[in-house]
Every structure is written in C-alpha cells, then in structure tokens.
C-alpha cells in the first residue's frame, strides 16, 4: 500500500477538516458561509483529483494528444460549483436580514434576543386577556 | 406522451416555476400552482397504475443509455412516493391562497408560489431519479427553495431558522458528495443500478465503507434523525403555516426514501448490516429521537413547534422499521411514510387555519376555540388521536405493522417501548385537548369565526382519508408490501 | 496556509480577501490538474461573484467578528472524527493518477472515444455538460434560478427606497477618473469575451455558466463605476426577472421540442435532419440559455445587494 501515492487525498481531507471546522465552531454567520464555501472547495478537489491522469492533457480535442484526463469529475464540479454559490447568495441574502432584525451577526447575541422574544410572547400570553395578539415584529422596511 | 410521462412527472412543474413570474398577480399565480400539481398529482396516479400492472419504467434522457446518460426509473417505491408528495401539494394548495394572503408580505406572494413550485419539482426530481448525481442537484433545489419559503414567516425568527436549515442542509448535502465520490472512485459510475452492480467487487474495501457512512449521515441529517434534527422545530414552528404543512409532510419523508434506496438498491442490504452496526445505530437513534422528542413535545408552549418535535418522534419510528431489517419492518416504515403524511398535513393545516384567524400559534390562545372553531378543532383532535395510534385511524395501522414487525423480529421489549411512547403522545394530545374544549378563552375571541371554507375542505379532505384509509387498508398496504418485496428481491 | 489564516482572523474583510485568494489558488491547481473549464469557473464564481458577494455584505455588517468564548471542544472532536474516518477511506483508493482506475475505465472512455462522432464537439467536458448529462445541467439551471428567486424575495426593495436613492454617483467615484475611462474601453471588451466564451465553448474552455459570470462582472464594473441608476436605465428590474426566466424556458423549451419531434427529453439527434447537427443546435441553445439565466440573476442578485446597501445608507 504506497501510501504517498495517496497524498493528494490527504491534502484534501485537511482542507475539508479547516472548513468544516470554521463552519460548526464560528459563530459569526459570515464566517460560517465562507468555511462552508472552503469545505465545498476541499471536495471539489478531490473530485478533480480522481480525474486526472498522469501525462494526460486537458479534455479537449486535440490531434497531438492520445490521453485525456476524465472529463466526468470537471462536469460534476461545475455543476457544484454553481449550486455552491447559489447556497452563498441566498445564505448572504440571510445574513443581511438576519442583520438588520436583530443588530447583530454573532449567534450568540441573536440565541438571546430569540429566548427574549420567547419569553415575552410567554409572559403575554400567560398575562391578563388582551386583544387579539397580532403578529410579531414585522421585520423590514 | 403516456411514455414521456416519467420527465413530464418532473418538467412540468419545472417549467411553470418561471412562469409564475410573468402572471404578477398573487392570486392567478396561487389558482396556477394548484393546477400545476393537480397535473402532477395525475402523472403520478398514471405511473403508479402502470408500475404495478408493468413493472418499473426506465426513461433515458436525452435519449442516452445509462450509464453515460441520465435515467429516470419508476418502481413501486418511488411511484408511491410520487403519488404522496403530489396529492400532499395539491391539496395543501386548495388551502393556500387565504392562508398565504395572511401570512406572507403581499410584494412577496407571487416567490413564495414560485419557491412552492421549485421545492415540489426537487422532490419530485429525487423521487424519479437513477442517477445519485442527479439526485444531489434536485436536493438542492428542494432545499434553496425550502430556505427561501421557510424565511418567509413573518417572525424574525424565521430567517435565523432558515440560516440554520441551510447550514445544517449543505453540510448533509456535502457529505452525500462526498459519498458520491468515494463510490464513483471505486466504481467508475454514477448510476445506482449500475452502482448496485459493481459495488459488489469492491464490498470490503474501506473506500466504500466510508462512502456509507458518509451517505447515511448526510442523508439523516436532511430526515431530522435524532441527534441531527435542530433545524427541525424552528423551521417548522415560524415558517408560513402552508409552508410547514407541506415540508412537514414531504420533504423528510423524501429523505427516508433516499435512505431506503441507499440501503436497498445499491448497497444491498446484506452488506449493509455486516459493514456497520446499522441495525443497532438505528434502533438505538430512533428509539432515542422517539423518547427524547415525545417528552418535548409535551413541554411546548408554541403549538407549531410542538408538533415538530412529534415529527421528529414520528421518523424515528420510520428508522425503527428500518432497524428491523426484515421485509415486514420495511413495510411498516413504507406504511407510516404515507400515513404520517396524513397525519401530519392535517394537523398543520388545522393549525394554519387557526393562525389564519387569530393569528398566533401559542397554545394558550387556543384555550376555548373548541366552541368558535369547531370544525377545525374537530380535525386538530381527529389528528391527534392518528398520531396516538387509536384503532380506525391511519395511525393505528401504522403502529400495527410496526410492532408485528418487532414481535416477529423477537425484539419484543422494544414492542413495549413503542407503545409506551404511544402514551406520550396521549399526553400532549390531552393537553391540547384540554385547552381547546375545557379551558377558558384567555384572549377576546368572540369574533373568531370558523375557518374559510378553502381551508375547511383540504382539512378534512386529510381527516377523512386519514380515517378512510385507516379502514381500507388495501392500496396503502399492498403496495408498501409490493413495494418492500420488490426491494428485497433486487438486492444481491 | 490560507485556508487556517482564515480560522483564526478576526477582521472580516481580512476573511473575505483571503477567501478570494483561496479561490484564485483552487483555479490555478485546477488547472495543473488538467481541468480547464473548472478553473475558469471556479475563478470567475468563486474569485470573482463570491468576493463581491461578501464585499457587499460587509458593508450591511459589522466588519469584524466578537471574539467570543466559544469551546472549541465539541467541535473538533467532531471534526477530527470525520477527518479519521475519511482518511480511512482513502487508504484503499487508487492512487493519484494512475491511467487503469476504474473511474478511467468505464463510463469515460465512451465520452472520450465517442463522443467525437456522436455529438461533434471536441471539448468532452461540454459534450458531457450539455448533452450526454444534459439533465444536470437544467437542474443547475432551475438551481440559480431558485437561489435568485430567495434572493428577489429577502431583499425586496421597496418603492420608498428607491424614491430616496436617486443614487448619484457617489462622489469618491467621480474622481476616479482614469477608472471611468479605463473602465468605458475594457468593459465592452469584457462583453465581447463573454459572447467568445459562450459561443466559443464547444472548442476551449467555456460555455453558458463562464460566459454568463463573466458578462454579469463587466455590467457589475459599470455600475460599481457609473452608479446604480444609470445601469438601471438599461437593465431595468422587470426586464431582468423575465430574463432570469426565460433561460430556464429556453432549456426546458429545447427539450420539449426534442419530445415533439419524436424523441425523448432533450434528445438532441431529433433536431435536424442528421444528428451531429441537432446535437450542435441543442448544445448552442442550452448554453445560451444558461448564460441568459446565470447573467441576469448575477446581475439581479448584486443590484439586490446594493440596492440595500444605499438605502442603508438614506435611512441613518
């Protein structure tokens, strides 16, 4: 088992570690999306690294050339590659409106604006009869 | 066309997305979403019909064979599901349009029927699929637009939900990638008939064990299994209440099917259960997800959210039946994966209607709204008594199957403990029980009138089919059996 | 390297910039690893449209993060485990680059050895995008799609703000005036790239995704120069919510034209009269319009963003 034919793998495998990392631990929402965005990098790698072929050339047609790297992977990963920043769009669309409900981006201070707003709608709705509860805060403009 | 029924399955709820953009007005768009799934919802029944008089349906597109083209495969299975997730659709849509109008900004209607759309055309895609790649891109479609529906609630809490679902979601949706790659490493394929062939030679490699591995957890955490459910109960509780009914009665019930289809296509279930403790993990997370979720429901003060942790109760009796390992269990789960749909889109639609007219999801408010709203309590308790498992329920069935599954299994303390957690659900249905009809109002509610009429007949249109089919039981039945059979004759 | 850099910075603009290096670097190793096209993608999405993505949100944000107490425990442990258990699996993949793994022996070498006759186009990795998994790529499609519709739908702009904006240009860039210049000559170049790179995508690198980036960059130039108003005088929002649109009917369209003309979904052969030829019609359309779609939600999506940012800016 030769293990250094492996390396590419392994280089892969840490970056995937750095990114998920960054994502489970941070709590400001924008670093979060940007550790998601390196995790997802970190697999594309690894897709793009089982297609190539030593000595081989790009996929495209090319008299000079008899070898080709697969072609697969790279559709694959474009595809990914969209959906990826498709996520990081709408993700960042949140994080600004996250933004500007609560003030904030860091997880911690939005958990605790969230349990206030919990215990408020507790307390009056355990409260004495009021009219009819409208909905909460709306949010923008 | 009868033959192009399998992408037309698919396409035509694809197409009409964008159109819903070019008709502005809320209410053409909303009647349009209806028929759309109505058209859908028919496909769907014609499918069924033919996989079972035919057998399964294979559909190049593109007119390429597999495995260089993608194909669209209906059997039993997905069929069944097809039929599900359609008819939830359309008849969550009849309900919609007053629902929505109370709900959602008016300047944001049109993209929430648009995103309905989208989310529909994902889960339909994952359904009909044969391609695992494939699959991946119609869950992410499902998913961004399941966030941007979800972020529509009027609470602010809604968009911390939403972000939350999307983290949570694309880090599952990473690692089914990376499940993908690592198959496609030792195999060379994307297609999971094809997969389901050449696994085989590469069974004992650690490649492919952590290709599961790595597939199982991703896919548990799009299926809210206990400990991966968070995302759950918030999404559930501040998304739009038309939004929740359908996510609830879809979106994780398309992810058990994935799991199924993992495990049973192209893994075969002989290697999963000697590969990894499969059997064990999921008896001991679903057991844990029942327990844990039921006694959380109980303490709920938001209604919403109450039932979302049922929810999260309700799949891990799906897992359980998986657990099993047996073509009985498998039958049950098939079985419960219908019926909590019932279940659960009644129940959730009830309590839209009741947002619709008072405006607030906290139990307390429902105290003495058995006398105003009647007909929509009605429905609400009729839910709950399925979701117990009483007898003439859909529920019952369910539990039925389940437990014979268990006995016939030998595990029969783990019978016992099912139907211990039926108490549970006694308990928080008799706590909302006793709000509604024995306590009094705590807020003004003598204007509350019933619900409209369009939310009335969606809801017990769902209550009597959740009676009806708790009775006759033999199209739910029979085809989870045709079903489960037809999964444990392929696998190798 | 910069990947850990990122961890452990606390100045979020500092994150952003480096994200935006990691990704011109993933480009590069793309490249060595023989795979043009994704590095072109990744380049322009992943350098470009996500740099300016984050950019824009940091103005709406607080720029740096709250060093917070947070166990990093959990967290790694989680982490590690995962890493274990993937570096387990590796251990029994082929190893780098060898010709005779599997993934080289089976699906592939039909798209490499035939698809010359079959579809007529010598770059594989569009023959395979646009037509063999063709399907895919409508779902990436309809993905885009999706994410500009959360997007039009979270960032909606009312007509109040757009009465408060009538965004001049801000005065800073007024002076820039070599930019401006500078900018009136390249960015037209810039469209013309994005067309070559569009059409030109059956025989270099390129296609509907790239092309579609690289146009929505050239319009997002202008406006960052020449003020948000003045682009919408050209790109006005209606027009751009149909455009989005319309890429996903005109590759749904094709295939249900392929449907009509007796073939299956997006069964280019049925096109013309010889199927090389339909195969080239098929590609031609779809590409264009997924480059319709990917430019105009770009485009929608970045105007979103700054269309928030200036109405930040009147309502303090």
């Given amino acids: 088992m030769n293990v250094l034919g492996l390396y590419n793998y392994w ?27 390196i995790f997802q990098t970190s697999v594309f790698f690894l897709y793009i690294s089982i297609g190539k072929i030593t000595g081989a050339t790009a996929p495209i047609f090319d008299e000079k050339w008899q070898l080709y790297s697969n072609p697969l992977p790279h559709v694959l990963i474009l595809t990914a590659i969209v959906v990826g920043i498709a996520t990081t769009a709408l993700g960042l669309s949140l994080v600004v409106r996250i933004q500007e409900a609560y003030g904030s981006i860091e997880e911690n201070d939005i958990q605790i604006q969230d349990t206030q707003d919990q215990l408020e709608c507790q307390l009056e709705a355990y409260g004495i009869q009021e009219s009819l509860t409208t909905f909460d805060q709306d949010i923008d403009e | 066309m009868t033959a192009h029924y399998p992408i037309l399955q698919v396409v035509i709820p694809l197409l009409a997305a964008p159109v819903c953009l070019f008709l502005r007005i809320p209410r053409l768009v909303g009647l349009f979403a209806f028929l759309v799934s109505g058209a859908a919802f028919f496909i769907s029944c014609m ?14 597109i593109g007119g390429w064979p597999p495995p260089w083209g993608i194909e669209y495969r209906i059997d039993t299975l997905n069929a069944y599901l097809l039929v599900l997730v359609s008819a939830m659709s359309t008849v969550v849509l009849i309900a919609a349009q007053t629902s929505i109008a109370k709900e959602v900004r008016e300047d944001r209607q049109t993209f929430f029927y648009t995103a309905y759309l989208l989310c529909l055309t994902g889960l339909l895609g994952i359904l009909s699929t ?39 979601g694309t880090i599952g949706a990473t690692f089914i990638i990376i499940g993908v790659g690592l198959m496609y490493v030792m195999t060379g394929t994307l297609n999971m008939y094809d997969l389901a062939q050449r696994l085989p030679e590469v069974y004992h490699t650690k490649t492919v064990h952590c290709a599961f591995g790595f597939l199982i957890v991703g896919v548990c955490l799009k299926l809210a299994l206990f400990p991966l459910h968070l995302w759950l109960p918030n999404a559930y509780a501040y998304a739009p209440s038309i939004a929740t009914t359908f996510l609830a009665a879809t979106s994780t019930k398309v992810a058990v099917y994935l799991l199924i289809r993992y495990i049973f296509s192209i893994f075969g279930i002989t290697f999963v259960t000697t590969s990894l403790p499969i059997e064990e993990i999921f008896l001991i997370l679903g057991l844990t997800g029942i327990f844990a979720a039921s006694i959380s429901a109980i303490y709920r003060l938001n209604i919403k959210r109450l039932f979302a942790y049922s929810s999260v109760a309700q799949i891990g009796y799906m897992i359980l039946g998986l657990a099993i390992g047996t073509q009985l269990g498998l039958t049950a789960t098939l079985l419960h994966l219908f019926n909590h749909a019932l279940m659960k ?35 609400l308790v009729a839910g709950g008594l399925s979701l117990i498992g009483v007898p003439l329920t859909v529920g019952f069935v369910s539990k039925w199957y389940l437990v014979v599954a268990l006995l016939d299994k030998g595990w029969w303390p783990v019978a016992v403990l099912v139907l211990i957690s039926s108490l549970l659900a006694v308990v928080y249905v008799w706590r909302i029980i006793e709000w509604i009809y024995f306590t009094q109002p705590r807020i003004i509610i003598d204007n509350v009138k019933e619900a409209p009429l369009s939310q009335l007949i969606p809801i017990w249109l769902l209550v009597l089919a959740n009676i009806y089919f708790g009775v006759d039981t033999r199209l739910t039945v029979g085809v989870s059996k045709l079903a489960a059979q037809s999964l444990f004759g392929v696998n190798l | 390297m910069t990947a850990i850099a990122i961890t452990r910075m606390g100045d979020l603009f500092a994150v952003v910039m480096l994200s935006g290096i990691y990704s011109l670097l993933s480009a590069a190793l793309f490249l060595v690893l023989d795979a043009p096209d994704v590095a072109f993608t990744e380049a322009s999405v992943g350098a470009g449209i996500s740099t300016l993505l984050f950019l824009a949100t940091l103005k709406l944000v607080p720029r740096y993060d709250k060093k917070s107490r947070y166990k990093p425990g959990l967290a790694l442990g989680v982490v590690v485990a995962t890493g274990a258990l993937l570096i387990y699996g590796t251990l029994d993949m082929p190893h780098f680059g060898k010709v005779d793994a599997p993934v080289h022996e089976h699906v592939a070498p039909r798209y490499l050895n035939d698809s010359l006759e079959e579809i007529g186009v010598p770059n594989f990795v569009t023959s395979v995008l646009a037509s063999y998994r063709g399907f895919d ?3 990436e499609v309809v993905v885009v799609f999706t994410a500009g519709i959360g997007v039009m739908s979270l960032l909606r702009i009312s007509r109040q703000a757009k009465k408060d904006a009538k965004a001049k240009t801000p005065p800073d860039m007024q002076q820039q005036v070599i930019l401006r210049v500078v900018a009136k000559i390249m960015i037209p170049l810039i469209l013309i ?22 146009f929505a960059a050239g319009i997002i130039l202008y406006t960052m120069l020449f003020g948000l108003s003045t682009a919408q005088k050209v790109f006005k929002h209606k027009v751009l919510e149909i455009l989005t649109a319309f890429g996903v009917f005109l590759y749904a ?12 979904f997006l069964d280019y052969d049925v096109l013309r009269h010889d199927p090389v030829h339909g195969q080239h019609l098929g590609i031609l359309l779809i590409e264009l319009g997924v480059g319709i779609t990917v430019a105009s939600v770009m485009i929608l999506i970045f105007f979103k963003f700054t269309w928030r940012t200036v109405k930040h800016k009147y309502n303090q």
């Fill in chain 3, 137 to 139: 790529t409508l779902g």
């Fill in chain 2, 345 to 379: 889109a009644a129940i959730f639609l009830a309590i839209g209607a009741v947002v619709y007219r008072i405006g607030s999801a906290q139990l307390i408010h429902f105290a003495g709204l058995g006398r105003k709203m009647p007909w929509t309590m009605a429905a």
């Fill in chain 3, 253 to 264: 369209g094709v295939g249900f034209v392929c449907l009509f003309m007796g073939g299956n």
């Fill in chain 3, 193 to 214: 790239f994005a067309l070559y790179v569009q059409f030109h995508g059956d025989y270099s690198p390129g296609g509907g995704f790239q092309a579609g980036v690289i």
């Fill in chain 2, 47 to 60: 499918l069924l019909q033919q996989v079972i008089a035919d057998g399964p349906i294979s559909y190049h």
């Fill in chain 2, 130 to 168: 044969a391609d695992v790649f494939n699959v991946f891109v119609f869950l992410e479609i499902s998913a961004l637009s399941s966030y941007t529906l979800i972020a529509m609630g009027s609470d602010r809490r809604a968009l911390t939900a939403s972000y939350q679902y999307l983290i949570m």
């Fill in chain 1, 11 to 37: 280089i892969v495998v840490i970056l995937m570690l750095i990114g998920f990392y960054i994502v489970i631990a941070h709590e400001n929402l924008v670093k979060k999306l940007v550790g998601l965005a």
